[in-house]
């Protein structure tokens, strides 16, 4: 089988992980009990690790390279239930750079005929996506369908979310909103 390019980012991260794990199953998650007896130490350094007749040392590996991953992903709530009317523009939160997984929900109206309801999703001002939904009724407030969405090519550092109107939807006081930014280690 040929060698797949890695870029030079992505075996940092490699390395930075494979780190993370030996520290974890060997120094615990804060300074606690490692995970490890004694005898499995030196394996990890040596690199027969893990001897996978072993079931559980090889089921504490796992537990640890979950942790691993755990630790590379961010979580940041942008909106909880907050009520509008839209623009809503979020704090900053860091990304390292990563793709992120938006989840945006939230409600509005259409003034007079039947139609589309929806908002933008924004990354730093950008229409990345939107959540829709049709209603028949003028002036009845309709939930948009939840969306999660997968942005790339978000570069490392501060940025923010927004959710606005489109075109035809109206919103107040008594429309919800919520958004969460989860940035996965890949």
């Not at 520290?23 to 490890?36: A, D, K, Q, R, V």
């Amino acid at each position: 089988m040929p060698a797949v390019p890695v870029s030079q980012k992505d075996a940092d991260r490699m390395v930075a992980y494979e780190a993370d794990v030996r520290l974890i199953l060997t120094e615990g998650t804060s300074g606690g009990t490692p995970l490890l007896p004694a005898q499995f130490t030196a394996a990890l350094y040596d690199g027969t690790f893990p001897p996978l007749s072993d079931l559980g040392a090889f089921a504490l590996y796992m537990k640890a390279s979950f942790i691993a991953i755990s630790r590379m992903m961010l979580a940041f709530q942008a909106f909880n239930s907050t009520p509008g009317p839209l623009p809503l523009t979020s704090a900053s939160f860091t990304s390292r750079g990563q793709t992120l997984l938006i989840i945006a929900s939230g409600s509005g109206f259409v003034a007079a005929t039947p139609g589309l309801v929806g908002m933008d999703i924004k990354v730093d001002g950008v229409i990345k996506g939107a959540s829709r939904a049709y209603t028949n009724e003028a002036l009845s407030h309709k939930a948009f369908v939840t969306n999660a969405l997968l942005v790339t090519g978000i570069a490392a550092g501060a940025h923010t979310i927004s959710l606005s109107v489109q075109a035809g939807t109206s919103t107040d006081g008594g429309d919800i909103f919520s958004a969460a930014v989860i940035e996965l280690p890949f």
